[in-house]
């Protein structure tokens, strides 16, 4: 409300304000909040030059946001199958699919396990190439000490209602490089030189770059203010809820489940996703059907890898067989809540209605 009671509602104080608190939170010395994770995605291809002939290696596992980026500015998304463990890029596969065409690394921190950044940055270093990092699940997310996002060259984050944290809709892209930054700021909004407020006679600018409208308003950033001081229990109460649902399901023969935080390894704890038995894997919507009945809420990720949806299958003619581990979580997965609004209560009463879902299914076989 007191947005609205203002005459700035985009390009105004709450947009720094919001972009310094997620800075300091993240560590990053440099933000900048934009319209929404793909759009972060997007304008570093755009702002790299990406078009056609050039290449980004990107997961198979991840929603389709990241390889659409690449897409959209004339690129092609050059997929790597998951490793079995955590789902995220398998990294022994990414150097046999780098080519002269190659420009650019992308990597998803699936479902907040963060990627094993070191080895990925020996390699693209090695091979010159800028690595973006999709962290739209990594709010809280660290690998040895540092958060997702910089370790590479861009970090995009996503606030969409289901996240972290949200904004109702819109993202943030952090960095190390200063320079980077400048230049996506330019070209979120048009590619003008100078905001509103910068401006010493209204309506009076240059043009300086081609951009586009990639802005986050000030009632997204005033809600993304009071949500990014909540990040800390937000993620403690979500660390709290899938250590106890883990547990409670360990015990469970019919499923397995990826793995989380360890070592060097510190996840955001999105979600907690089990991997049905193959056996069972053609049972998983009798499942999911059971479970919503009784109040317990679901989710996949992801319907399918990537290059096996319609559009990209169409036009890369790819095979289950060329991402047998992507398919296999795809297929196999069934993902459940541990968000902050839920209480171990929820937790025992989730554990205990899979339970008996299993023998529901089992029984109708």
Known sequence: MEVLGTPTLVHGPR?????????????????VALSSCTAALHLAYFHLGIGAGDEVIVPAQTHVATAHAVELCGGKPVFVDAEAQTGNIDIDQI?????????????????????????????????GLFVVEDCALAVGSFFKGAHAGLCGD??????????HITT???????????KLVKALRLKKAFGVDR???????????????????????????????????????????????????AKGLEEIDEISLLRSTHGDFQSSYYCLSILLKETLAPLRPEIIRFLK???????????????????????????????PVATRISRTS?????GPHLALEDMDYIVDRIKEAFVHVKAGV
């Open 95 to 127: 150097e046999q699919k780098i080519t002269p065409k190659t420009r650019a690394l992308s990597v998803v921190h699936f479902l907040g396990m963060p990627v094993e950044m070191d080895r990925v940055v020996q390699i693209a270093k090695k091979h």
């Open 154 to 163: 861009l970090g995009c984050f996503s606030f969409y209602p289901v996240k």
């Open 293 to 323: 009945k009784r109040g317990v809420g679901t989710s996949v990720y992801y319907p399918q890898p990537v290059p096996l949806f319609s559009y990209y299958q169409t036009k890369y003619h790819a095979q289950e067989k060329d991402f």
């Open 195 to 245: 905001s509103v407020a910068e401006r010493t006679i209204p309506g009076v600018y240059d043009v300086t770059a081609l951009g586009f409208n990639y802005r986050m308003s000030e009632l997204q950033a005033a809600i993304g203010i009071e949500q990014v001081k909540q990040i800390p229990s937000f993620i403690a109460k979500r660390k709290t809820n899938y250590e106890f649902l």
């Open 168 to 178: 109702a809709e819109g993202g943030m892209a952090i960095s190390r490089d200063e």
């Open 15 to 31: 947009s720094e304000e919001f972009e310094k608190l997620f800075a300091a939170y993240t560590g990053a010395p440099y933000a």
């Open 334 to 338: 069934i993902a459940l809540p541990v």
